[in-house]
C-alpha cells in the first residue's frame, strides 16, 4: 500500500547503470516518459530509496525535490493537464542499500546484490525495484525498458528482452568497460525489472515453433542449467497451444547467487543457483502468462499467479498422467491442511504471502475450478482471460467474470466456497 503514485502513468523508462561488482557501487541515470493522469498534476513522487541524488530535470529543467521517507517527491516547473507528456530524469550515485522487506523474508534484503568482484544480481518482488532504480512502483503501472549497463571488461551484463548491441563504455574510475544495450518494448511492472552481471555463457536455441530461447549461465551451473533448459522449448510451445501465443519477444533464464529464490522476471527469469532444476524453470515460465502478460490489480490476489503457476508446472509433470495430477493435488491438499498457518489466500498477511498456502492452495482452486466447468470451459475461459488482460493487469473479480462467461453460468457459489470471506 505504500508504493506507487496514481497521479501519473509510466510509458517508458531508460535505465543507464555503472556498475562494478568489485567496488559494489553504482552510478545511474534513470529518463522516465509518463503521462498526467489527473488535471492539475503539480509535482509526482517515486518510489526510491538510498544513495546520493545529483540533479532532477523535468522536461530538460532542473527541479526542486526533496526526501519524504520513501518517496522522491520532484516538483514540476507547471501544472499539467490530463493527458499531457513529461519526462523526468533522475541522477544518482552510491552503494546499494540494503533492508529487509517485510514481505519475502527468505533472503536478506531485495534490490541490488553484489556477489564478489565479478558477480552481481537485482530481485525485486514485491517491493525491491526502488532499491536500485526510481520508479513508480506499482502492480498497475506497467512500461516499456531500456537497460544501458556499462560492466568491466570480461563481465557480460543482462537485462530483460533483447539485447541490441554492445560497445565501449566508461566505468566510474575512468578504465575502459563494456556497455551493454537491452531494450524490452512490452508493458512491464517495475518489480519484474532485472539485471545481472557476471563470467555469463550465453545459451541459444529455439522452441520447435520458433520462438528464440536464450539463457545466460556461469561455468559452475552449466551442466544442471543445461538440464533445465532442455524441457523449455517443448513446455512453451505446450503452454501457448493451451493459453494463447506467448506474448513476449524471447524467453530464458540468468542464474545467480540467491539462495532458495528464483524469480519470475519477464522474458530472462532470475534461477537460483540452489534451484536450477526443470520444475523452477517450468514454473517461471508459466508465469510470462500468468501475472507477467497479465498482471495483478493488488498483491492480495498473489494466488492467482503463484496458484496458476504451480498448477500449470504439474499439469506439464503429469501431461500424459491425468490420474497421477490428481493424486498429487490430493497429496498438495493433505499439505496445507497440515499446515499450521492458515489465513485467506486471496488476501494473506503481509508476511505470508510467499508462503506455501498461496502456492499449493491457488493450484487447488485452479484444479477444482477445473473440475467445476470441465475442460472446455476451463481452456476457453483462461484463453479469453489472456487475450482480455493482456498486457494490462485484472483483478479476482475480473477473473471470476471472465470464468463465468465461459462456463454460461454464474460462479459466485464456487469462488465463494473457495475463497469465503474472512
Known amino acids: 500500500p505504500e508504493l506507487g503514485n496514481s497521479g501519473y502513468d509510466v510509458q517508458h523508462?531508460?535505465?543507464?547503470?555503472?556498475?562494478?561488482?568489485?567496488?559494489?557501487?553504482?552510478?545511474?541515470?534513470?529518463?522516465?516518459?509518463?503521462?498526467?493522469?489527473?488535471?492539475?498534476?503539480?509535482?509526482?513522487?517515486?518510489?526510491?530509496?538510498?544513495?546520493?541524488?545529483?540533479?532532477?530535470?523535468?522536461?530538460?529543467?532542473?527541479?526542486?525535490?526533496?526526501?519524504?521517507?520513501?518517496?522522491?517527491?520532484?516538483?514540476?516547473?507547471?501544472?499539467?493537464?490530463?493527458?499531457?507528456?513529461?519526462?523526468?530524469?533522475?541522477?544518482?550515485?552510491?552503494?546499494?542499500?540494503?533492508?529487509?522487506?517485510?514481505?519475502?523474508?527468505?533472503?536478506?534484503?531485495?534490490?541490488?546484490?553484489?556477489?564478489?568482484?565479478?558477480?552481481?544480481?537485482?530481485?525485486?518482488?514485491?517491493?525491491?525495484?526502488?532499491?536500485?532504480?526510481?520508479?513508480?512502483?506499482?502492480?498497475?503501472?506497467?512500461?516499456?525498458?531500456?537497460?544501458?549497463?556499462?560492466?568491466?571488461?570480461?563481465?557480460?551484463?543482462?537485462?530483460?528482452?533483447?539485447?541490441?548491441?554492445?560497445?565501449?563504455?566508461?566505468?566510474?574510475?575512468?578504465?575502459?568497460?563494456?556497455?551493454?544495450?537491452?531494450?524490452?518494448?512490452?508493458?512491464?511492472?517495475?518489480?519484474?525489472a532485472v539485471i545481472a552481471a557476471g563470467d555469463y555463457e550465453r545459451i541459444e536455441d529455439r522452441s520447435p515453433e520458433g520462438i528464440p530461447l536464450r539463457h545466460y549461465v556461469q561455468p559452475e551451473n552449466r551442466e544442471a542449467a543445461l538440464e533445465a533448459a532442455s524441457e523449455i522449448g517443448q513446455a512453451i510451445d505446450w503452454m501457448a497451444e493451451l493459453f494463447g501465443p506467448y506474448p513476449f519477444e524471447t524467453f530464458g533464464f540468468v542464474t545467480a547467487p540467491v539462495t532458495g529464490r528464483s524469480m519470475e522476471t519477464q522474458t530472462m527469469v532470475l534461477l537460483s543457483h540452489d534451484l536450477i532444476g526443470k520444475r523452477t524453470a517450468v514454473h517461471e515460465l508459466a508465469h510470462m502468462w500468468f501475472g507477467d502478460w497479465v498482471g495483478l490489480d493488488s498483491w492480495s490476489e498473489m494466488w492467482r499467479k503463484e496458484g496458476f503457476a504451480t498448477y500449470v508446472q504439474l499439469m506439464w509433470e503429469y501431461r500424459d498422467d491425468p490420474d497421477g495430477l490428481d493424486v498429487q493435488m490430493a497429496t498438495m491438499r493433505s499439505v496445507v491442511e497440515g499446515n499450521d498457518k492458515q489465513y485467506p489466500i486471496n488476501n494473506p498477511p503481509p508476511e505470508y504471502l510467499f508462503e506455501l498456502n498461496v502456492y499449493f492452495e491457488g493450484a487447488l482452486a485452479v484444479h477444482a475450478l477445473r473440475r467445476e466447468i470441465g475442460d472446455q470451459a476451463f481452456f476457453e475461459g483462461v484463453r479469453e482471460y489472456i487475450s482480455r488482460y493482456g498486457g494490462k493487469t485484472a483483478s479476482d473479480a475480473d477473473f471470476q467474470s471472465v470464468m463465468s462467461e465461459a462456463a454460461g453460468r454464474p460462479l459466485d457459489a464456487f469462488f465463494s466456497s473457495q475463497f469465503p470471506s474472512q
Open 13 to 192: 523508462y531508460t535505465l543507464q547503470l555503472v556498475l562494478d561488482p568489485a567496488t559494489e557501487y553504482l552510478e545511474g541515470t534513470t529518463t522516465i516518459e509518463a503521462l498526467s493522469t489527473i488535471n492539475g498534476l503539480s509535482e509526482i513522487s517515486l518510489d526510491f530509496i538510498g544513495y546520493e541524488i545529483g540533479v532532477v530535470t523535468v522536461d530538460g529543467l532542473a527541479v526542486a525535490f526533496e526526501r519524504q521517507e520513501n518517496k522522491l517527491v520532484i516538483k514540476l516547473p507547471q501544472n499539467l493537464p490530463q493527458g499531457d507528456s513529461f519526462s523526468v530524469v533522475v541522477a544518482y550515485r552510491g552503494t546499494p542499500p540494503s533492508e529487509p522487506s517485510v514481505y519475502l523474508r527468505s533472503i536478506d534484503h531485495l534490490g541490488l546484490h553484489y556477489s564478489g568482484e565479478n558477480n552481481l544480481f537485482a530481485i525485486s518482488e514485491p517491493d525491491g525495484a526502488r532499491y536500485w532504480f526510481p520508479s513508480n512502483d506499482h502492480l498497475q503501472d506497467k512500461a516499456n525498458f531500456r537497460f544501458e549497463l556499462v560492466v568491466p571488461k570480461g563481465l557480460v551484463a543482462v537485462a530483460n528482452g533483447q539485447l541490441k548491441e554492445t560497445q565501449a563504455g566508461v566505468l566510474p574510475n575512468g578504465e575502459i568497460g563494456e556497455l551493454f544495450i537491452w531494450e524490452h518494448n512490452y508493458p512491464m511492472a517495475p518489480y519484474l
